[in-house]
């Protein structure tokens, strides 16, 4: 069984930054793919960013695009989305979730969700 732990998020003001972090024990191979998700009172859940471990490649959503990384914490052990210029909008519960392969997929394992509330 894959797990999935997310941690680091809280109230921000506008324009201010927070990190979230995703641990895994699937961190352990070499083939996984880390995708953030979030969803907002009353939206669907959305994929924010996504990063293939196997070649490196990340991906964003245009909302987030420029604003937030995602990036491996190699000395951590741990896969980092570092948020900047926090928006209201950004306001959400914020989801890890780990697929064992190339791809986010949204099938693999899943954390239990950090709250960002960003305020105006």
């Known amino acids: 069984e894959v797990r999935v732990v997310e941690s680091g998020g809280g109230l921000v003001q506008a324009g201010g930054s927070l990190t979230l972090s995703c641990a895994s024990s699937?961190?352990?191979?070499?083939?996984?793919?880390v995708g953030w998700y979030r969803q907002a009172p009353g939206k669907e859940r959305e994929v924010i960013s996504c990063l293939s471990n196997s070649d490196g490649r990340t991906n964003y959503a245009p909302a987030v695009e420029g604003r937030f990384t995602i990036s491996r914490d190699n000395a951590k052990g741990t896969v980092r989305l570092q948020m900047n210029n926090l928006r209201p909008e950004d306001t959400a519960v914020y989801y890890c979730?780990?697929?064992?392969?190339?791809?986010?997929?949204?099938?693999?394992?899943w954390g239990q969700g950090t709250q960002v509330t960003v305020s105006s």
């Open positions: 699937a961190f352990s191979f070499d083939d996984f793919a």
């Open positions: 979730a780990v697929d064992l392969g190339h791809h986010c997929s949204g099938l693999g394992s």
